[in-house]
């Protein structure tokens, strides 16, 4: 099959760009072909590859908007988008493709296809949504509900938590995220340039001066370990005060010897070798939304193979069903300095179940098996989509 994706995020993150990487080398692999149609003026942050086309409507950011400025700009970014439906529309007419996929798509996307001759579109029309809290979900379903004669229109959700959403439309099909693999990297070349008795935990992420890092730092270093262990603390800042609080943060604990500050941001290549670089990650605290939607984080561990240590409220399924790691209840620092240290003076006795749950983790929730997801939304086949 011919593959359209119409990708209009403006600014895209790390998770956006591996996700369409994992769509174009998936999808290829499996024998389809992949091509891109973009907002005018859009900039690719990867070169995919692969053939890309530019639609009139410029993509629209609301970065920086308030009040009357991001109402406006709001109207602007419905308005361009109706147009990339619209030439979507007579593309598919014109039959240069047989399917088009909205990579990152909400409800919103749905909404605004009311008002498009797209919902009538000869193609399958594919809306693939990266998760949904409870109350996402029953928004979304009673938008795809609206389209549910339109047996053109299909809608992919994926989350680790299916039965905690009531997904009822007919037309909305829910499988498990994909892994994110380290796809340009020997990783455990990387891992082999340090000591292999030195077990290496690493944090890994955007630092925002809210987050609570000096907890969980002192949670680390009060800990009594009884093998060798460096934890990597890695943040990346968009904002001057942001820098400054982390920049405080290191000097405070910048005797501790077994901690190792990076404070750049890791991008591509070096986002791959930092995480390959470490046995295990460590998830402190998340927002209760991870109960729902996918933590990067989690699709990283399973995919380079790294045990973790979580908290609770980030993705609960995974070490429910995958013994890859050890949890503790969040916000509880007496609980995660204990997970801690429980977790790196047992780790050697734990090792081999860690490999083998991680092993079925990554088997359970690969690339390839999303792209066969994928696939068989298209072709209408939903009852062989994977459900973990």
Known sequence: MRFAIMESVVTPGGHEIDFDRLLVEELTALGHSVEFYVPEGHEFKWNYGVPVHHLPGTGVSYKGAKGIKKLFLSVKREWHRQKW???????????????????????????????????????????????????????????????????????????????????????????????????????EAERNKYDADVLRLGFFGQYRKEKKIEAFLDAFISCDFKRPVKLICQGATQTQEDADDFARIIEKY????????????????????????????VLPYGNPRYLYHTAALISNAMGYKKSIIAA????????????????????????????????????????????SALNKAYDDFSPRRLAENIVALAEGDFDRTHKE
């Not at 010897?257 to 990650?281: C, H, M, Y």
């Open 312 to 355: 609770h409220n980030v993705n609960p399924e995974i070490l429910a069903h995958y013994a890859m790691g050890m949890g503790f209840v969040d916000g509880n620092m007496a609980a995660l300095k204990q997970c801690i240290e429980l977790f790196v003076n047992t780790y050697d006795d734990n090792k081999e179940k860690y490999i």
């Open 254 to 281: 910048k005797a501790v010897e077994n901690v190792e500050f990076w404070n750049r941001p890791l991008i591509g290549t070096e986002w791959q070798k930092g995480l390959a670089s470490v046995d295990t990650l």
């Open 85 to 187: 439906y619209q030439n979507m529309y007579v593309n598919a007419c014109q039959n240069k493709f047989d399917v088009i996929i909205f990579p990152s798509a909400t409800y919103r996307y749905l909404r605004a296809l009311k008002k498009s001759a797209l919902q009538h579109s000869q193609v399958p029309v594919l809306f693939l949504i990266h998760g949904a809290t409870p109350e996402e979900a029953l928004r979304l379903n009673k938008v795809a509900l609206y389209f549910k004669h339109n047996k053109n229109i299909r809608v992919g959700v994926q989350t680790f938590a299916p039965k905690k959403l009531r997904l009822s439309s007919p037309n909305i099909k829910v499988y498990g995220p994909p892994n994110y693999i380290p796809r340009d990297i020997d990783g």
